[in-house]
């Protein structure tokens, strides 16, 4: 635990202690200051500062102001968003110049095209194809994921690494440090010898703990700055096999090249020089652009980094559903919406947009999650917007498909921390082949999934109801 957290504790024990004993007392005869108007509260306070000692009372102060911070921080949401969110139009339909510009300029983010994008079901696709590019890197290896967990997964990718480094590959691997808190600094001692660098993302530091709750929840590998890898995976032995069993996670990652893949580089650079120091340039890093002959007709990529009152993961979102015409398609492992984004599902499904939700289903890595989704459920399916629930394994897949043409890929979740708190990087991509793929892939996992019925739902137990409705009092921690 770092040391203001012990801190916390111990102030916090401080504080219950002096409460409790002061309720004891109170009960014989002792009077509170603060419920009386008999007392002196200066003498009061001089009593007790010296029945317990300053340290005691310092302790006290700290311990209170400590859980009022803390309580702060979990239920008063940062920044001061809209109220309600609206266009002064209509929507360009995601197929036009109009749709694509007022998105690029909502963002901040500028409009490419070409380069391909592979689909990667599950580990069985995703493992061999990484270490494939890995054992055919010429020049660079930039690594950046979430989690990293000690398995069979990582003793594979630590090797294919280490292989790329002896060849002369700069390897460079860039932890989030929660997200890689299980792994020992001696993880990477072999690799680190061969002359790899690997940095921590935001370690624990004096005078910076407030933005320590912001992680880097990216997934952005690039090999030579051509191909790159990118979606809800990372380095943990869940993301192994086909997603035959509760063990082995359903997942999807995506095979970039091209234009898109040196897009994804940028997801890289910039956290890794917050973290290491190093402005990563050359032509090795961003090798020379060469006229792509097939390619995706185009592309906006969002490398985002909240602030307050910034909320641009949430509009790169909620302008594609806002400009739908037929079908929305969207998978998630956390659904939180917020007013802005449950509203915009509903107005779409109430206009007649076929409207569509995957969600995880009794298999989760997180109930409170699953519990706080839930309690949007009947609204929603009020609204006419269709919900599964996934249960052969935890689904952790991440993508929205809209009107069979705009697709949603990259890290985010359909949640608070990636709306106003992580580093994500997300693709908005036109692409009819890969938007009818992803619809396929939707369409199947949607077929093992349980539909939520709204008559069915909406008779759930009063108790139940209240569960839920208590879980969304922490909707922006999980």
Do not use: C
């Not at 002096?18 to 014989?28: T, V």
């Not at 108007?37 to 010296?50: K, P, S």
């Not at 956290?271 to 060469?290: A, D, F, H, I």
């Not at 006229?291 to 592309?299: A, Y």
């Amino acid at each position: 635990m770092p040391p203001f957290g012990l801190l916390f504790a111990f102030g916090l024990g401080m504080a219950l202690s002096r409460l409790s004993s002061l309720r004891d007392r109170a009960g014989q005869g002792f009077s509170l200051p603060a419920f009386t108007h008999t007392i002196d509260i200066r003498n009061q306070a001089r009593r007790f500062v010296g029945t317990h000692g300053w340290l005691q009372t310092t302790l006290l102060i700290i311990g209170t102001i400590s859980v009022l911070t803390v309580l702060g921080a979990l239920f008063i949401a940062a920044g001061t968003a809209p109220d309600k969110l609206y266009t002064d139009g209509e929507v360009g339909a995601v197929d036009s110049m109009l749709f694509a510009h007022s998105l690029s300029n909502l963002v901040n983010a500028p409009i490419g095209e070409g380069g391909t994008v592979t689909v990667l079901n599950n580990g069985d696709e995703f493992v061999p194809a990484l270490i494939n590019a890995i054992d055919h890197a010429r020049h660079t290896v930039n690594f950046s994921v979430y989690i990293w967990e000690n398995g069979t997964f990582s003793t594979r990718l630590l090797d294919a690494l280490l292989r790329a480094r002896n060849r002369g590959v700069a390897v460079r691997v860039l932890l989030d440090d929660f997200g890689a808190k299980s792994l020992a600094f001696s993880t990477f001692n072999d690799l680190e010898k061969a002359g790899a660098k690997v940095e921590r993302f935001r370690t624990p530091q004096f005078g910076k703990w407030t933005r320590l709750h912001r992680r880097n929840h990216r997934r952005s590998i690039v090999i030579d700055g051509e191909i790159g890898f990118t979606g809800g995976m990372a380095v943990k032995d869940v993301w192994l096999g086909n997603a035959e069993d509760s063990e082995h996670w359903r997942d999807v990652m995506f095979r970039m090249t091209g234009p898109l893949a040196r897009s994804l580089q940028s997801a890289f650079v910039s956290s890794w020089v917050g973290s290491s120091g190093e402005l990563l340039v050359g032509p090795e890093m961003y090798p020379e652009m060469r006229q792509e002959s097939v390619g995706v007709e185009r592309f906006i990529h969002l490398a985002n980094s909240p602030a307050p009152d910034n909320y641009a993961m949430a509009e790169f979102f909620i302008l594609p559903i806002l400009a739908a015409r037929k079908s929305i398609f969207a998978v998630t492992p956390y659904f939180i919406p917020d007013k802005h984004l449950e509203s915009a599902l509903k107005r779409k499904a109430q206009e007649g947009v076929d409207v569509r939700l995957l969600l995880p289903g009794k298999n989760t890595d997180s109930r409170l999650s699953r519990l706080i989704a839930q309690s949007h459920y009947e609204d929603l399916l009020k609204a006419g917007v269709k919900i599964y629930e996934y249960n052969p394994t935890f689904i952790h897949s991440k993508f929205m498909v809209v009107d069979g043409q705009w697709s949603m890929i990259g890290t985010p979740n359909l949640n608070y921390r990636s709306r106003q708190l992580d580093e994500e990087n997300a693709f908005g991509i036109l692409d009819r082949r890969l938007a009818e793929q992803l619809g396929g892939v939707f369409h199947a996992d949607a077929e093992k999934a349980e539909p939520i019925q709204l008559d069915r739902w909406s008779r759930r137990n009063t108790v139940w109801r209240f569960v839920e409705r208590f879980a969304q009092f922490f909707d922006k921690q999980d």
